[in-house]
């Protein structure tokens, strides 16, 4: 539930003009994108390479971009995600 709640809300951030951090920075798809990218960094140093690239997370990060991102909001990540992830 948490990373639907957490989808959403950034789908709506990007799309709306008061999305913005406490920073005051807007919330965009670059910025988005940066976050992301950040957060599998530090999930690629505690796990180690290995477990890393066996964990399916660049596909999870693709997804969870695409979803996030793309112009009509899609309902469930979760019907995707088994399609990809499954």
Known sequence: ???EISRAQIWQWIRHPRGKLTD???V???LFRTVLDEELGKLRTARGEERFAVGKFDIARELFDNITTNNEFVEFLTLPGYERLG
């Open 1 to 3: 539930a948490t990373a």
């Open 24 to 26: 005051g920075r807007k």
């Open 28 to 30: 965009t798809t670059e």
